[in-house]
């Protein structure tokens, strides 16, 4: 895992991007994307917001290659609360295993649960570390 700073995404169309998600669904079975990456990719791809209710609604609350170079990574059930640690190793464990799958060389994944998440990089750094290789950039803001 690599540590780098900048903006998420200028490495669209040049990496995979990971959305930090949550698993909550509204009326029109959209999945819930209100802040941080996940409004601003829900802002940039109309309809990206449907496309991963569906997922979410078919198959729970899941890392899902969105398309685009797009990928959700679940970081809470509850976009109002905290993000849970247990659940973004879950979401490590199943990125690797989709990586592997497709072939990807780079995947660009924010500090997930670390902005509006509510949890401190210090104790999400190594639940990461413990399974990203050096085809994970992990990105911070400038």
Known sequence: MQEIRGDLWEFHGRAVIAVTTCGQLDRR???VMLRGCARQARDRFPGLAGTLGALILAGGNHVF???DGIVSFPVEDDPFGISDPRLIE???RELVALAAREGWRR???PRPGCGGGGL???GVRPILGRHFDDRFLVISAD
């Open 29 to 31: 079975g959209e999945c």
């Open 65 to 67: 290659d969105l398309g």
């Open 90 to 92: 879950r979401s490590c």
């Open 107 to 109: 995947i660009v994944v």
């Open 120 to 122: 401190e990089w210090s």
